[in-house]
T-cell receptor, first 111, second 112 residues
Framework: TQLLEQSPQFLSIQEGENLTVYCNSS?????LQWYRQEPGEGPVLLVT?????EVKKLKRLTFQFGDARKDSSLHITAAQPGDTGLYLC???????????FGEGTQLTVNP | DTAVSQTPKYLVTQMGNDKSIKCEQN?????MYWYKQDSKKFLKIMFS???????INETVPNRFSPKSPDKAHLNLHINSLELGDSAVYFC???????????FGEGSRLTVL
């Protein structure tokens, strides 16, 4: 099984600040997904990145897939309390359809 | 309309009991999954079914038995529950090609 490491594990910031969450592996993935999970709910897909070097934007969220398809980052600009949640990256293995999840980053944005 | 629904949402039971969690999806997806999320929020796949056929079976105790009566349903039966089984269990579905997961709201199992 390919492993994914997320950092930081916990992040507490003030409203309006910027932040970056990292997702790293020594393995290559065919694609990488980012999910957000709120308390008492299941994870919800935010974005899928497929091509090495790809950058996708979703309002104030910017997702990047590393050139070698081994890592990814999520950057949030001007964070808001509504961004609070558990952010999970998940890589799809190059062989088969198995999806491996990172350990998650718990983000808290304080008003 | 709820896309992936699982019941019950909460389950509190004694050690040694047998319990089931049900899952249904109305998205027309071919693939369904069971994931376990532990107290540290780590999501680990347990089983995956494609069109009623088992395709992924991780190292899970054989006390856990999934059943898929049709491609829209995937149930999880757990025998002889242990304290370590306490967790949130998530059902998910995906269109096979993309592998993007649609999760249910989770079933929080507490074994006393």
């Amino acid at each position: 099984t390919q492993l994914l490491e997320q950092s930081p594990q916990f992040l507490s910031i003030q409203e309006g600040e910027n932040l970056t969450v990292y997702c790293n592996s020594s393995s290559v993935f065919s694609s990488l997904q980012w999910y957000r999970q709120e308390p008492g709910e299941g994870p919800v897909l935010l974005v899928t990145v497929v091509t090495g070097g790809e950058v996708k934007k979703l309002k104030r969220l910017t997702f990047q897939f590393g050139d070698a398809r081994k890592d990814s980052s999520l950057h949030i600009t001007a964070a808001q309390p509504g961004d609070t949640g558990l952010y999970l990256c998940a890589g799809k293995e190059t062989s088969g359809s198995r999806l491996t999840f990172g350990e998650g980053t718990q983000l808290t944005v304080n008003p | 309309d709820t896309a992936v629904s699982q019941t019950p949402k909460y389950l509190v039971t004694q050690m040694g009991n047998d319990k089931s969690i049900k899952c249904e999806q109305n998205l027309g997806h071919d693939t369904m999954y069971w994931y376990k999320q532990d107290s540290k929020k780590f999501l680990k796949i347990m089983f995956s079914y494609n069109n009623k056929e088992l395709i992924i079976n991780e190292t899970v105790p054989n006390r856990f038995s999934p059943k898929s009566p049709d491609k829209a349903h995937l149930n999880l039966h757990i025998n002889s529950l242990e304290l370590g089984d306490s967790a949130v269990y998530f059902c998910a579905s995906s269109p096979l090609a993309s592998g993007e997961l649609f999760f249910g709201e989770g079933s929080r199992l507490t074994v006393l």
